[in-house]
């Protein structure tokens, strides 16, 4: 089969390798340059954690990271390039003048648990229990929750690992070249079998009620500060996180700001994460600013991932929001199951919305 891909960004690569692998002939078109880092996908801190976003989002978003979180590795190993991954749970803390909306948090979770039962439960630590984990913490904190199973992977060495498979695979890459469902008449003579536009916010001229929302991230190089899972601390105005990775560095971000807005970090959002991160760990009054980034992801007006069908042969998937590392692995699953048939049972466990005309029965799918 040949199919077009738009958007090479992370739904629009997971799908290019898988397709790819399968023995299709892919053809990709993205309208930023082979090196741009602008895309949505390089501006995040890709933590795995469906149980921490349960206080903030949806049940069907939770179920998908949790499925997501069985499905990464198996897709990291199926890389040629390093990623680094690690599944070694999710610390949350809060000093002792937040304790109202740690308490609020953690009735939220319980509630999650209860609708949920197949994740994890969260523990209690006091103080000694949060130096076990991370030493030195407690001596900041005098409680906090743990949460086991939880992840993250590094989003760069994905998207770096995940090119550098296409191009092995022979993928025909379109860079500076942005086109539009409308280009385009699968099915058609001379035309691609399928088409499957991944482009985010690329995709608002057809896609009504699509947005953007703002993130801002700090990269930080601290060597000296030991910490290695990924936090949370608990702000009454706005969660912020801390996302160790490889050799000494940090991300340090807050989740969203309601805004198209993608001009640089202002001083205001930096004072406030670099705050944040010295009260966790005071290491980090040394460390060294390395990046800071702002950037917008696709949004639905209900905050949900969405694919939609403008045609027997193309399929639209966008509406990741802030959780696109954490959505991926079940919308690249649920993508594969609806090019293979009418209904996807993994869009029906998820109840994620699937719109626009059901395929015709002369239409044959990919493998």
């Known amino acids: 089969m040949n199919i077009v891909i738009l958007g090479a960004g992370l739904m629009g690569r997971l799908l290019a390798c898988e397709l790819a692998r399968a023995g299709h002939t892919l053809s990709v078109y993205d309208a930023a340059a082979a090196e741009s880092r602008r895309a949505a996908a390089f501006a995040a801190a890709a933590m795995l954690a469906p149980l921490a976003e349960s206080a903030v989002a949806e049940d069907s978003v939770v179920r998908m990271g949790h499925y997501g979180l069985t499905r990464w590795p198996e897709l990291i190993a199926k890389l040629d390039a390093p990623v680094f991954f690690q599944q070694q749970g999710t610390l949350v803390v809060w000093h002792r003048q937040d304790a109202a909306e740690a308490q609020r948090f953690a009735q939220l979770l319980a509630a999650t648990g209860k609708r949920l039962p197949s994740l994890p439960s969260p523990k209690t630590l006091d103080a000694a229990g949060l130096d076990q984990l991370e030493p030195g913490l407690g001596a900041h904190f005098a409680q906090g929750l743990y949460l086991p199973g939880e992840g993250q992977l590094d989003n760069h060495q994905l998207m770096d690992a995940l090119l550098a498979q296409l191009q092995r695979l022979q993928v025909n890459l379109h860079w500076n070249s942005p086109r539009s469902p409308d280009d385009f008449a699968p099915g058609t003579p001379g035309q691609p079998d399928w088409v499957l536009d991944c482009r985010g916010l690329g995709a608002q001229p ?9 993130g801002e991230i700090i990269t930080l190089h601290a060597p000296n500060v030991t910490l290695s899972r990924p936090t949370r601390l608990i702000h009454p105005r706005y969660p912020i996180y801390i996302a160790p990775k490889q050799d000494g560095y940090f991300l340090v971000g807050a989740t969203e700001i309601e805004s198209d807005d993608t001009s640089p970090m202002s001083v205001r959002s930096a004072l406030e ?9 005071s290491g980090f009054g040394e460390a060294r600013i390395v990046e800071l980034v702002a950037q917008c ?21 966008n509406g990741l929001y802030r959780h696109g590392y954490l959505i991926a692995p079940a919308m690249l699953d649920v993508v594969l199951q609806l090019m293979q048939g009418d209904e996807s049972e993994l869009a029906k466990d998820f109840e994620l919305a699937v719109t626009g005309p059901v395929p015709s029965d002369d239409v044959q799918e990919p493998a």
């Open 206 to 214: 057809q896609w009504p009620g699509l947005r953007g929302v703002r």
């Open 273 to 281: 994460l670099l705050s944040a991160a010295y009260t966790v760990d």
């Open 297 to 317: 992801r696709p949004t639905l007006p209900n905050n949900l991932p969405a694919v939609r069908r403008l045609g027997a042969r193309c399929l639209q998937v």
